[in-house]
């Protein structure tokens, strides 16, 4: 009997190491992103507080939207018609406004000197080689968990030249100044 139990025992381990699922290595090893969906903060009666966080590769402003999401509101907008909520951080600000029902109504995001997507920087040094990314701002806007503004404010140098850039975030340059 002691046997018996003993190979089942054995049996059952190889054929669970057996069932795990083995890694493709015809993958190049990038990881894809996929959109991510709109966050609920909260519900507000009838309607939801939605807030679309950014894919942004910088560390902080990922960490200021995560803050802002466990953010718990309470009942601190009772008594006014908007109630707005400022967080800030050394490289930037995260403003957002609620209604009187307690439902978010727009955030505005204001960072400076943030690492870039490798889009934004790839375009940039394509339309103009030999130059240097030396100052970067990025704004991202929503109203009503709609993304309105998703930009970053270039300056770019070569020797004592400099320009002015507003790259969206595909990496399409939209003003040079």
């Given at each position: 009997?002691?046997?018996?139990?003993?190979?089942?025992?054995?049996?059952s381990?190889?054929?669970?190491?057996?069932?795990?699922?083995k890694?493709?290595?015809?993958?190049?090893?990038n990881?894809?992103?996929?959109?991510?969906?709109?966050?609920?903060?909260?519900?507000?009666?009838?309607?939801?507080?939605?807030?679309?966080?950014?894919?942004?590769?910088?560390?902080?402003?990922?960490?200021?939207?995560?803050?802002?999401?466990?953010?718990?509101?309470g009942?601190?907008?009772?008594?006014?018609?908007?109630?707005?909520?400022?967080?800030k951080?050394?490289?930037?600000?995260?403003s957002?406004t609620?209604?009187?029902?307690?439902?978010?109504?727009s955030?505005?995001?204001?960072?400076?000197?943030?690492?870039?997507?490798?889009?934004v920087?790839?375009?940039?040094?394509k339309?103009?080689?030999?130059?240097k990314?030396?100052?970067?701002?990025?704004?991202?806007?929503?109203?009503?968990?709609?993304?309105?503004?998703?930009?970053?404010?270039?300056?770019?140098?070569k020797?004592?030249?400099?320009?002015?850039?507003?790259?969206?975030?595909?990496?399409?340059?939209?003003?040079?100044?």
């Amino acid at each position: 009997m002691k046997r018996f139990i003993i190979v089942l025992l054995f049996l059952s381990i190889i054929t669970a190491s057996y069932s795990q699922e083995k890694e493709n290595s015809s993958t190049d090893g990038n990881i894809r992103i996929e959109e991510l969906p709109g966050v609920v903060i909260k519900s507000a009666g009838k309607d939801f507080s939605v807030y679309l966080p950014d894919r942004n590769p910088d560390k902080d402003v990922r960490a200021l939207e995560e803050e802002f999401i466990a953010y718990d509101l309470g009942k601190d907008y009772e008594g006014y018609e908007t109630y707005l909520v400022v967080m800030k951080t050394d490289k930037g600000s995260l403003s957002a406004t609620y209604n009187e029902n307690g439902k978010l109504t727009s955030v505005v995001e204001n960072y400076e000197n943030v690492r870039l997507p490798s889009s934004v920087i790839y375009s940039v040094y394509k339309a103009f080689p030999g130059w240097k990314i030396v100052n970067d701002k990025f704004l991202y806007s929503q109203k009503e968990g709609d993304i309105v503004k998703k930009e970053y404010n270039l300056r770019i140098k070569k020797d004592k030249e400099t320009k002015k850039l507003v790259v969206n975030a595909n990496g399409d340059i939209v003003k040079g100044i």
